[in-house]
């Protein structure tokens, strides 16, 4: 999968904090797990790192994690 064809995860809402959602995407296996990769930088969202475990992620939004990408949907 490439980064044009990503896999697409509803969070049956309209926002999701980062963190809640590298668990709930499956990109991640721990909440735990999330805190760490997020603060040393190995996430991006939207093709830049975002050290912020608690940002706001909304409809459209990418979020790539070791190769994977995946994008937000309500």
Avoid: C, W
């Avoid at 697409?8 to 999701?16: A, K, L, N, P, R």
């Avoid at 980062?18 to 603060?39: H, N, P, T």
């Avoid at 093709?47 to 979020?63: I, K, S």
């Amino acid at each position: 999968m490439t980064n044009s064809d990503p896999d697409e995860v509803s969070i049956g809402g309209d926002m999701i904090r980062l963190g809640q959602f590298l668990k709930y995407s499956g990109l991640l296996d721990s909440g735990g797990d999330a805190k760490e990769v997020v603060i040393d930088g190995f996430v991006k969202v939207n093709g830049e790192v975002d050290r912020r475990r608690g940002r706001q992620l909304h409809d459209g939004d990418l979020v790539t994690f070791e190769g994977r990408t995946v994008r937000v949907r309500p």
